[in-house]
């Protein structure tokens, strides 16, 4: 069983940056696959970002065009989320995943994920 806990976020200007945290306890931190989303009211949980367990390989999801980067820290069993130039559209509460037996086609996907975080809010004002 893997507990997840994030923090980090809050209030900033158009163009600001935060910086995600999600520290995980309870699992062999480097055979997960972890991830972060993203649900805005009345939408649907989005794919943000995902480093692949093992690899160190990065996928973002269409909309961040280079401005974050995720990246993890085994020994810390922690993963973070850097985010520059936010924007308005980029609020909302943001939520650690993992999962040690995701198969790549269900990356992008929330159901591909067992496990979740509380998640914590960014709010980007104009």
């Known amino acids: 069983q893997v507990q997840l806990v994030e923090s980090g976020g809050g209030l900033v200007q158009d163009g600001g940056s935060l910086r995600l945290s999600c520290t995980a306890s309870?699992?062999?931190?480097?055979?997960?696959?972890m991830a972060w989303f993203r649900q805005a009211p009345g939408k649907e949980r989005e794919f943000v970002a995902a480093e692949w367990r093992n690899t160190g390989r990065t996928y973002y999801g269409d909309f961040v065009k280079g401005r974050f980067t995720i990246s993890r820290d085994n020994g810390k069993g922690a993963v973070y989320l850097q985010m520059n130039n936010l924007k308005p559209e980029d609020t909302a509460v943001y939520y650690c995943?993992?999962?040690?037996?995701?198969?790549?086609?269900?990356?992008?996907?929330?159901?591909?994920?067992?496990?979740w975080g509380q998640g914590t809010q960014v709010t980007v004002s104009s």
């Open positions: 995943a993992a999962d040690r037996q995701i198969i790549m086609s269900s990356m992008r996907s929330p159901n591909g994920y067992g496990y």
């Open positions: 309870g699992g062999t931190f480097r055979m997960y696959t």
